[in-house]
């Protein structure tokens, strides 16, 4: 038996399916140095990416033989510099896959970079909607625009509350837009969706990084956080039969990006400030430095639901709505 989820490079090269059985096999030592993004189950054994992105039933970053952690994942990447590292990370993951395009800097980035086919979805008019058309005509990538309805993320939220961890308003929304773009996706024949999840845990993007009393630890907290998260996206992303790969929770990345000092990541009201310098020499200046709001809100899925909570008599109570989803579906 062997199963693998994801994929594999060794020192940066890919691995094919053949190449990661034969060194589980003839050179299980070097199972410790794999990158990527993966869960690896063979007949006495599983492993898991460093940073746990693919879910399995093993710890992040460990390996296991008859039931016994026996090891660690931890790739070598070198000392890239934060620009190096990305081109890298995204060379490794180009080769296959759709980019969930939202127009901002994160997406626009690997869009750029990647230049594979993208696809953007938001409620009619929305925020996302428009900003990835811009981004799409300015860089000259092909992207689909999916335009979703309140019925869409009614749907969705039905099918996202029963696989998702803590299915709060916002895990929840965040969840149904990662619904809309995994199943078109997977519909049309993708299994894997490259997203920029993590840019703003790494390089400062939330707003509340701009009234932070300590950076520095709220970075920390949050970066602590991205396994979580990742739990939830793919989780969505599996009820289509797609997975979400994420170039800037690559290894590289993550080592690039944690050596620049919480203060440089803010800078006089500016977010994301070296992501910004890295990416205006790749796409124009205007979507470099140009902010966006989060998905759940930029999509419009956040205020349908709320629409959505108040039809259905949760006025004050976008909570109770969704937990309603919850009792029908586990009966609870």
Not at 2 to 12: D, N, R, S, T
Not at 90 to 107: C, H, K, M, Q, W
Not at 223 to 240: K, M, S
Not at 266 to 277: E, Y
Request: overall charge negative; hydrophobic content about 40%.
């Amino acid at each position: 038996m062997f199963e693998l989820k994801g994929w594999v490079e060794h020192a940066g090269c890919k691995l094919s399916d053949v190449e990661v059985r034969e060194i589980i096999v003839h050179h299980f030592e070097l199972v410790g140095e794999f990158g990527g993004e993966f869960y690896i189950r063979s007949i006495d054994c599983c492993a898991r990416d460093h940073f746990g992105i693919i879910t399995g039933d093993c710890l992040p970053g460990t390996i296991m033989k008859s039931g016994e952690v026996v090891g660690q994942i931890t790739p070598g990447s070198g000392g890239l510099e934060l620009e190096a590292a990305i081109i890298e990370s995204v060379r490794l993951r180009n080769d296959e896959g759709v980019i969930a395009l939202s127009g901002g800097v994160d997406s626009a980035l690997i869009a750029a970079l990647a230049r594979r086919p993208c696809v953007a979805v938001g409620i009619e008019g929305s925020h996302d909607l428009n900003r990835a058309r811009i981004a799409a005509d300015a860089i000259g990538l092909s992207c689909e625009y999916v335009t979703i309805t309140k019925k869409d993320i009614e749907e969705g939220i039905s099918a996202v509350v029963p696989v998702i961890p803590s299915p709060d308003p916002v895990n929840t929304a965040i969840a149904v837009t990662m619904h809309c773009i995994t199943k078109w996706a997977g519909e049309n024949g993708y299994e894997r969706v490259l997203a920029g999840q993590g840019a703003d845990e790494l390089f400062g993007g939330y707003s509340r990084y701009l009234t932070a009393t300590d950076l520095e630890a709220d970075l920390e907290a949050d970066f602590i956080g991205l396994p979580r998260q990742a739990e939830r996206d793919q989780a969505v992303a599996a009820l289509h039969g797609t997975y979400i790969s994420m170039p800037y929770l690559d290894i590289r990345v993550v080592r690039a990006a944690r050596q620049i000092p919480a203060h440089e990541k803010v800078v006089d009201g500016v977010r994301k400030r070296p992501l910004r310098l890295v990416a205006e020499r790749h796409i124009p200046a205007g979507i470099a430095w140009q902010d966006k709001k989060a998905m759940q809100y930029g999509s419009g899925v956040w205020r349908t639901i709320r629409e959505l909570a108040r039809h259905n008599g949760y006025k004050r109570s976008v909570q109770g709505y969704i937990n309603q989803f919850g009792v029908r579906d586990h009966g609870i």
